[in-house]
């Protein structure tokens, strides 16, 4: 049986992964508008993904006993400067994610809830991967230049 703080602090990183989904939809639409239709499809991938994330903790919630639940997801931005800026703030959003799976594992641990401590850590294994491939493609886009840019949207968009 999973403890209340628990199920609530999963409840909460349901919705954080929820948000995160329509915020890299955002991001793939506008892409998608700008011409950069490669970018545009791995971004819908990563939303995708998110998704997973969400879909994975509810059942692992409903597994435990708990109840799964989602409640209103805040408005994600809808505008972004440039290509550059959107990579930015994918690493800066998949560091804040990394937060708050650590202190998921830090709750699961307060809660001695070994099961919940052991799902939770290959989110932080998975994390580490995620931060990394966004600097990764955040410093390419930078060096990158027009030309880089194309060449980045093409191979991006084969994910």
Excluded at 28 to 47: N, P, T, V
Excluded at 59 to 78: C, E, H, Y
Excluded at 81 to 108: N, P, R, T
Aim: net charge negative.
């Amino acid at each position: 049986m999973i403890t209340e703080k628990l199920q609530n602090a999963i409840n909460d990183q349901i919705i954080a992964e929820m948000w995160s989904a329509n915020l890299y939809l955002s991001m793939s639409f506008y892409l998608d508008k700008e011409g950069y239709d490669g970018l545009a499809h791995w971004m819908k991938k990563q939303s995708q993904e998110e998704l997973e994330h969400a879909y994975d903790m509810a059942d692992f919630l409903n597994r435990r006993g708990g109840t799964a639940k989602v409640s209103m997801i805040d408005v994600v931005p809808q505008g972004w400067g440039s290509v550059v800026e959107v990579f930015k703030h994918i690493y800066e959003h998949e560091c804040h994610v990394s937060s708050l799976i650590d202190k998921l594992v830090d709750i699961a641990r307060e809660e001695k809830d070994n099961a919940s401590y052991d799902f939770f850590m290959k989110y932080v294994r998975e994390q580490v991967e995620e931060e990394a491939t966004a600097l990764s493609v955040y410093e390419k886009i930078k060096r990158a230049g027009e030309a880089g840019l194309v060449m980045l949207d093409e191979k991006l968009g084969k994910r």
